[in-house]
C-alpha cells in the first residue's frame, strides 16, 4: 500500500532533520557543547536507527537525491518518484517547522540547521564537494540495497556510518548536506527569521541529485547484472522499467 511506503519515508525524514538539525540548534545554543563529532552522529546514528525502523515498509530513502538516483539506475519506479520526493519534503518542512515553533523566541544565534558554504568556499568548489560527498553515500547504498553479495542486516550500519564520515569531513566546508530535503527546510525558516539568504539553495538541490545519478550508474556498471536485487518494496518494483 503506497501510502504505508509515503508515511514511513515522511517519518524518517523528519526524524533526520529534527534529530539531525536539532543537533546543529542546539550545538549553536550551547556555544559548541555538541561538536562537529556530536552533529555528525546525530545524523548518522538517526539514519541508521531509522532505516531498520522503517526499511522493511519503503525501502527508507529519506532523501530526494537517493530516491532519483534509485530511479536512474532503473531500481526504483519512476512513477513513484514524485510520490516519494513530496512525502521526504513535507517529513522535513514538518522538522524545521517544529525547529522554529520552539526555539525561535529565544534563540536568535541559530539558522535551524541550514547548510551554507564555509569561509573561502567558492560555489564550484562546494558543489564539486557535495556531488563527491554524495556519491560515496549513494554507492554504498546501492551496495548494500541492491547487490545480493552484501548482507542486508549491515544496510543500516554501513549507510549511518558513511552519513557520520561525510558529515566529518564535509560538514565544515559545505554543511554536508547530501540531501534537498535536509538542506531546503531549515533554508526556508531561516530566511523567515531573516538569518540567512537563500541564494546558495540551488547549490544543494542540485549537487546531491548529480552526485547520487552518477553513483547508482557507476555501481550498476560495477556489479553483474546475476549478483543484482530489487531496490525498492516488492509491489513496487512490479512497475520498474529498466
Known amino acids: 500500500m503506497l501510502v504505508r511506503k509515503l ?19 542546539a550545538d549553536g545554543v550551547t556555544d559548541g557543547k555538541v561538536t562537529p563529532l556530536g552533529i555528525s552522529l546525530a545524523f548518522g546514528l538517526t539514519v541508521t536507527v531509522m532505516i531498520y525502523a522503517t526499511g522493511q515498509i519503503s525501502a527508507a530513502h529519506f532523501n530526494p537525491a537517493v530516491t532519483i538516483g534509485f530511479a536512474v539506475a532503473g531500481r526504483f519506479p519512476w512513477r513513484y518518484v514524485p510520490h516519494y520526493l513530496l512525502a521526504e519534503f513535507a517529513g522535513a518542512l514538518f522538522a524545521s517547522s517544529l525547529h522554529w515553533a520552539l526555539i525561535y523566541g529565544f534563540a536568535s544565534n541559530v539558522n535551524f540547521g541550514a547548510t551554507v558554504l564555509g569561509d573561502g568556499i567558492s560555489f564550484g568548489q562546494g ?42 569531513a564535509g560538514g565544515p566546508l559545505t554543511g554536508a548536506s547530501m540531501n534537498p530535503a535536509r538542506s ?5 525558516f531561516s530566511a523567515m527569521a531573516m538569518k540567512a539568504p537563500l541564494q546558495q539553495i540551488w547549490l544543494y538541490l542540485i549537487a546531491p541529485v548529480v552526485g547520487a545519478a552518477i553513483a547508482a550508474r557507476a555501481y550498476e556498471f560495477l556489479r553483474p547484472e546475476e549478483f543484482a536485487r530489487k531496490g525498492a518494496p516488492e509491489d513496487l518494483m512490479e512497475q520498474v522499467v529498466v
Open 7 to 25: 508515511v514511513a519515508e515522511f517519518v524518517g525524514t523528519f526524524a533526520l532533520v529534527f534529530i539531525g538539525c536539532g543537533a546543529v540548534i
Open 127 to 168: 558543489f564539486i564537494l557535495e556531488v563527491i560527498l554524495t556519491f560515496f553515500l549513494m554507492f554504498v547504498i546501492m551496495a548494500v540495497a541492491t547487490d545480493k553479495r552484501v548482507p542486508s542486516a549491515a544496510s543500516g550500519l554501513a549507510i549511518g556510518m558513511t552519513v557520520t564520515i561525510c558529515a566529518l
Open 184 to 188: 531546503l527546510a531549515p533554508a526556508l
